[in-house]
């Protein structure tokens, strides 16, 4: 069953609309976090300040991300799926995936999954 053309079109704004959100996190935290890292540089101490940036970072990273994901499944599913489209689908998320798991572990210090056992105990 053909999805309806208006479906289709409404579907695709909300993607594009939740890409740009998931740019604009990015970019917001980026700009924002240098300034604070700006007015900062002289009051804090240096490690800490680095440290508090780059968590922040990861964060903002993280978020956009997942906006980015939910764009992109939106876009494959709302489309005559293919082949190709969900099997790009798939590779765009463990990629984007790898990147969150990735950050995790950087700020964290350990496995996504090992974070809510952690602040647990």
């Not at 208006?6 to 604009?24: K, R």
Request: include cysteine.
């Amino acid at each position: 069953m053909e999805t309806p053309e208006i479906i289709q079109q409404a579907m695709s704004v909300i993607a594009a609309v939740l890409e740009i959100f998931g740019v604009g996190v990015i970019a917001t935290a980026f700009v924002h976090s240098m300034i604070i890292r700006i007015v900062r540089l002289g009051r804090d101490n240096r490690e800490e300040a680095w440290q508090s940036l780059r968590i922040y970072m990861g964060k903002a990273l993280q978020l956009g991300l997942e906006f980015l994901v939910a764009a992109d499944i939106i876009r494959t599913v709302t489309i005559k799926p293919t082949m190709l489209s969900i099997a790009t689908l798939g590779l765009l998320i463990v990629v984007r995936t790898f990147l969150s798991w990735s950050i995790t572990v950087e700020n964290e210090g350990c496995w996504p999954w090992q974070v809510a056992k952690m602040r647990k105990d």
